[in-house]
């Protein structure tokens, strides 16, 4: 009965990630989760995983630098979405060094008076590369934190002010530093986990088509909360879905396969 109320919890999280919106943090206890290769023995020093990551996020909760706000420009939000393919490599169950690439498109939506500006990005690369560690293991709790670093640029496809298309060449930049350290623990082929999420990110957007034609987008708080379960699928194959709050409001859902 324990493990049935767990089982539908996750099924019940998965649902919600996939339905109401779904850069993760992940589980921390990651490196340790599969226990099993395809064709790398257990018993082996290193083996290597391959993955695939859909990011959805319904606001970034962002807001302008002082060059923004001194103009009154006032920001609604900003979506974001991402299809990754991720490459890991991990050391003796502990250590996870990994990098993604995928399609990742950005959406502002920011007033300036009676004025609503919606720019959208084209779908273009997003390179990112980091690494995650176990600190310890104790009975069926784990603790971990990772560091990643992202960049992305891209045209606009397209740039709307009150709903009339404009001719612009908007280019988006963006760079983002994220430390994340968190707690899991191991409960049947379930992990759920919780943790804390540090963020340093920038959106730089040039060639706007107003003055001024550079405006500069940061996170409101760098500091927020996820949570979120991963499972086994058997020995070589791992789902896992994940929700950040406070700094942003995004979901993910990831498939590994431990080879």
């Known amino acids: 009965m324990y ?27 990651l490196p340790a989760t599969i226990e099993e290769g395809f064709f ?12 695939y990551q859909t990011y959805n996020a319904s606001d970034l909760v962002m807001q302008f630098e002082s060059i923004g706000k001194e103009n009154n420009f006032y920001l609604r939000k900003v979506k974001a979405n991402a299809n990754l393919a991720l490459v890991t490599i991990n050391i003796k169950d502990r250590l996870d060094v990994y990098s993604a690439v995928g399609s990742y498109s950005l959406k502002p939506e920011f007033r300036r008076g009676s004025n609503l500006y919606v720019i959208k990005s084209s779908s273009d ?7 995650r560690m176990v600190f310890f293991e104790i009975l069926d709790f784990s603790a971990g934190a990772s560091a990643k670093y992202t960049i992305f640029s891209a045209t606009n496809d397209f740039f709307m002010i009150n709903d009339k298309p404009l001719n612009s060449d908007v280019e988006f930049y963006l760079k983002e530093w994220q ?14 986990y919780i943790g804390i999420s540090y963020k340093d990110t920038k959106i730089k957007m040039k ?15 760098k500091t927020g909360v996820f949570l979120g379960v991963c499972a086994t699928l058997g020995s070589f194959v791992m789902i896992e879905a994940e929700s950040k709050f406070v700094n942003e409001r995004s ?9």
């Open 3 to 29: 493990y049935f109320f767990y089982k539908i919890f996750f099924l019940i999280f998965l649902f919600f990630n996939f339905f109401v919106f779904s850069a993760s943090s992940g589980s921390l206890s």
């Open 40 to 51: 790398i023995p257990d018993t082996h020093w290193m083996n290597f995983r391959l993955g």
């Open 125 to 131: 690369l997003l390179y990112r590369i980091g690494a």
């Open 179 to 192: 430390i994340d350290v968190g707690l899991a623990q191991k409960i049947s082929i379930l992990r759920p």
């Open 207 to 221: 060639h706007l088509a107003f003055q001024p034609d550079k405006l500069n987008l940061v996170f409101k708080k």
């Open 251 to 259: 979901s993910t859902l990831s498939l590994e396969a431990r080879f």
